[in-house]
Nanobody, 120 residues
């Protein structure tokens, strides 16, 4: 069973922090790569961060140094710690998983999304 369930999105002031969680089924958590995308109104979905089963991480330039992705194998959960939030971080954040990594992060599965709103 494939399952990705995000949580943790809410309204926060600029400069604040949030931690998003993505609870995965055991099968999905065994994916080669898991990560986060986001989509703001009127824009295309964009990559935010990814993490491999060996805990290698990669970030979009726009969040590097502010966001941290991690995974907890005991809970089948991937996290996105977001610090120093800016209004431009406002978006729906989606958890995603790619079963077999083939050189680029093109997810096979998506969560339903969680809304993050950063007020100025």
């Amino acid at each position: 069973q494939v399952q990705l369930v995000e949580s943790g999105g809410e309204l926060v002031q600029a400069g604040g922090s949030l931690r998003l969680s993505c609870a995965a089924s055991a099968r999905t958590f065994s994916s080669d790569v898991m990560g986060w995308f986001r989509q703001a109104p009127g824009t295309e979905r964009e990559f935010v961060a990814r993490i491999s089963r060996s805990d290698r991480t990669y970030y979009a330039d726009s969040v590097k140094g502010r966001f941290t992705i991690s995974r907890d194998s005991s809970k089948n959960t991937v996290y996105l710690q977001m610090n120093s939030l800016k209004p431009e971080d406002t978006a729906v954040y989606y958890c995603a998983a790619q079963l077999i990594y083939s050189g680029s992060f093109q997810p096979d599965y998506w969560g339903q999304g969680t809304q993050v709103t950063v007020s100025s």
